[in-house]
């Protein structure tokens, strides 16, 4: 069984640029959410995806955005970059909609200069 | 607002030891909680779950006890091994909800 996985590992953009990151679900999971995770702080919620539709976002502004693709792969874009945006963005999937636990991927650490 | 808070960043426990990792939630809607454990370069990885309605849940040398009243939760690790020594994340949900809402870690160390 294939775990979560993400890519790039690593990423560095410059102020006001865009990026895509990509995240395969773990095999059989048909939902998919991302997170984002600041320097010494837990996890943030982004936002879900389920059935190719966004269900639930957490309190991002809508340059995050996202697409989930009928093979349950996700990506995530991040619009006009800020310094902020610095951060460790993981992607989370589960068996079912509305599972409460999620399966982590190793995470795209993201560097705006 | 910090709606699930771990008030220890870190953790210093001796190899054999008993750990204990505690989390706070404020939330009296969150019904199902859980902790991770996160390896720097690695994604956090599931551990334990416990619901709402127990108040301990048990998988090998990990156990989390819950006290509903207090609002607060506690992952207890015996005997604590060196492959511990890792950040462990506190996490609570509405069940059937879409998000999780995380502490902020506590590091914790195995002393040999």
């Known amino acids: 069984e294939t775990g979560v996985t993400q890519s790039p590992t690593h990423l560095i953009k410059t102020r006001g640029q865009q990026v895509t990151l990509r995240c395969s679900s773990q095999?059989?999971?048909?939902?998919v959410s991302w997170y984002q995770q600041a320097l010494g702080q837990g996890p943030q919620f982004i936002f879900q995806?389920?059935?190719?539709?966004?269900?639930g976002r957490g309190n991002f502004p809508p340059r995050f955005s996202g697409l989930q693709f009928p093979n349950y792969s996700s990506e995530l874009n991040v619009n006009a970059l800020e310094l902020d945006d610095s951060a460790l963005y993981l992607c989370?999937?589960?068996?079912?909609?509305?599972?409460?636990?999620?399966?982590f991927g190793p995470g795209t650490r993201l560097l705006v200069l | 607002d910090q709606q699930v808070k771990q008030n220890s960043p870190s953790l210093s426990v001796q190899e054999g030891r008993i750990s204990i990792l505690n989390c706070d939630y404020t939330n009296s809607m969150f019904d199902y909680f859980l902790w991770y454990k996160k390896y720097p370069a690695e994604g956090p990885t599931f551990l334990i779950s416990i619901s709402s309605i127990k108040d301990k849940n048990e998988d090998g040398r990990f156990t989390v006890f819950l006290n509903k009243s207090a609002k607060h939760l506690s992952l207890h690790i015996v005997p604590s091994q060196p492959g511990d020594s890792a950040v462990y994340f506190c996490a609570a949900t509405m069940q059937g909800a879409q998000k999780l809402v995380f502490g902020q870690g506590t590091r914790l160390t195995i002393n040999p």
């Open positions: 095999s059989g999971h048909n939902t």
């Open positions: 989370a999937s589960s068996f079912l909609f509305g599972e409460e636990t999620q399966y």
């Open positions: 995806y389920y059935r190719e539709e966004e269900n």
